[in-house]
């Protein structure tokens, strides 16, 4: 075989080839070079603190100057265009859906006004504008709604802030969830800021100060996505976890403390109000078992440069299955976003299942203390009521439609049904015994208008109330957060 050199003496012009293959090959090295340098520069300039950060410094305008990316995509909380088949980013009113829901909770706020939470950056506002902060609330309530809340916490002390009035402390939540709430200022370090979360850990005699950044990920949701009463007469903000996370060992250790949210008022059966264990609910599922935390889904990483950072929209993952779902999952979008609602539509027949049920069962109740029932004779169908509709509320108040844990949240409904239904099945011996007329009819409460007069409620009153409350108490509060 010739040589290189015999080969370029025979035919000259190969020297020329060589030349112009190196140059190209010189070249294309050069630029790998350099976007290697540019990308390490992009990433060194990432980590560069342009202004210092003030301790709980609430202002989320404060933080873009040093974070852009991540303030840019946070500000797409704003956006409300996004629904999909149950959920989504846009209002919905969920008593005008679900009109059986203004029965099941009468004697409460909720059955005035329940509308899906919007996005982040309307945590402050929409609690201000909905009906159910037209009654006292306790200061307590504002714990998961504001950045501003982890300043007045250091200022005035935790217990001073559960026990002070909402609208007391209202004029100092100026600003919506974000930065403050899950960051250090001067490390970006993930932490806790609400010591609800801490003290419930601790009670369990978990050092939450040892969570891995994969399990800190779930646990700054978990500060807030939880299920949480009110303890004692200065409504401490507390986690019912003391039994453990799942919906039966919760409501075993609410009986045992005797916790109550309100009597219904046409059952009167001592009632429970869960708020929204999302992250309970999720420990128990697929995902949470395989190490997978909530971030990786609703805020999963993007790339700009060379630099990497998490999506701060927070939304559902079925608007980005691309950086969320594909990144394990190797199936088209429509075929995950199908799954997707397959577990979902399971879930909501039956939890339809539940409420019809529910509705019915409070109505059958009333119908019972109206012939003359006895409190012995209704003392175990009221505990069965209080447990069906804990059960529900469940998964109901939980976000996902049941997707977070299918299995667990089909259970879950099924054993509410079951108990609604042995609670129905008591009053039907009840009436027979008596003589009393059974079934019971029930009335029309196929809209919420229906529902909320058969209750008893004046609606327009409720509305010219809360209108006269905001003008008159808290003018320049309101007008900075509808400007917002």
């Known amino acids: 075989m010739k ?17 112009f293959i190196t140059v190209i090959v010189v070249f294309i090295i050069g630029l790998f070079a350099a976007s290697i340098v540019e990308r390490r520069s992009e990433a060194q300039l990432y980590f560069q603190m342009v202004q210092p950060i003030p301790d709980w410094e609430p202002d989320n305008a404060v933080w873009r100057e040093n974070f852009p990316r991540q303030y840019q995509s946070y500000i797409k909380t704003l956006d409300t265009t996004y629904a999909s088949k149950y959920h989504g980013s846009a209002m919905i009113d969920y008593l005008a859906k679900y009109p059986e829901l203004v029965v099941m909770w009468a004697g409460y706020a909720f059955s005035r006004d329940y509308n899906q939470g919007r996005g982040h950056y309307y945590s402050v506002g929409d609690v201000q504008n909905t009906l159910r902060t037209g009654v006292p609330q306790p200061g307590t309530c504002w714990t998961c709604k504001s950045t501003d809340v982890p300043r007045l916490m250091n200022e005035i002390g935790v217990e001073q802030f559960y026990s002070s009035k909402w609208a007391e402390i209202g004029p100092e939540i100026k600003h919506p969830i974000g930065c403050q709430d899950c960051h250090d200022p001067k490390t970006m370090n993930l932490r806790i800021t609400r010591p609800a979360l801490v003290e419930a850990f601790a009670r369990r005699g978990e050092d939450i100060s040892k969570a891995t950044l994969q399990e800190m990920r779930s646990l700054v949701c ?3 996505h939880v299920e949480y009463y009110f303890k004692g007469p200065g409504t401490y903000l507390t986690f019912p976890w003391d039994e453990g996370l799942t919906a039966e060992s919760m409501e075993s250790y609410l009986d045992k403390v005797g916790h109550v949210d309100w ?11 869960t708020q929204h264990p999302d992250y309970e609910l999720f420990k128990t599922g697929i995902h949470a078992k395989r190490g997978v935390s909530c971030a990786d889904c609703h805020m999963p990483y993007m790339r700009e440069g060379g630099v990497k ?8 993952p079925l608007d980005n299955i691309a950086n969320s ?12 976003k199908a799954n997707v609602y397959e577990i979902q539509s399971r879930t909501s027949e039956l939890r339809r299942i539940a409420e019809v049920n529910l509705a019915t069962v409070h109505i059958e109740a009333k119908n019972a203390w109206d012939n003359g029932a006895k409190e012995a004779d209704m003392k175990e169908i009221l505990q069965l009521i209080r447990h069906a509709q804990w059960r529900w509320d469940f998964i109901a108040a939980s976000n996902g439609m049941g997707f977070h844990s299918p299995g667990e949240s089909l259970r879950v409904l099924a054993t509410s049904i079951q108990k609604a239904n042995e ?10 015994k008596n003589g009393w007329e059974y079934p019971v009819k029930l009335p029309d409460i196929s809209t919420k208008e229906k529902a909320q007069k058969y209750i008893g409620l004046d609606m327009e009153k409720l509305r010219q109330d809360k209108k006269d409350f905001k003008t008159n108490t808290l003018p320049a509060w309101l007008t900075h957060q509808e400007n917002i």
Request: hydrophobic share 45%; glycine share 4%.
């Open 423 to 432: 609670a129905r099945i008591l009053l039907a011996t009840l009436f027979g």
């Open 222 to 224: 978990a500060q807030c």
């Open 3 to 19: 040589s290189i050199r015999e080969l370029t003496k025979e035919k000259p012009w190969l020297n020329w080839v060589i030349f």
């Open 263 to 273: 009597v219904h008022a046409l059952s009167k059966a001592p009632m429970i109000k």
């Open 325 to 336: 779902c594909q990144v394990c999952h190797r199936e088209g979008e429509a075929e995950l």
């Open 309 to 316: 950072f998490t999506d701060h929209h927070i939304s559902s």
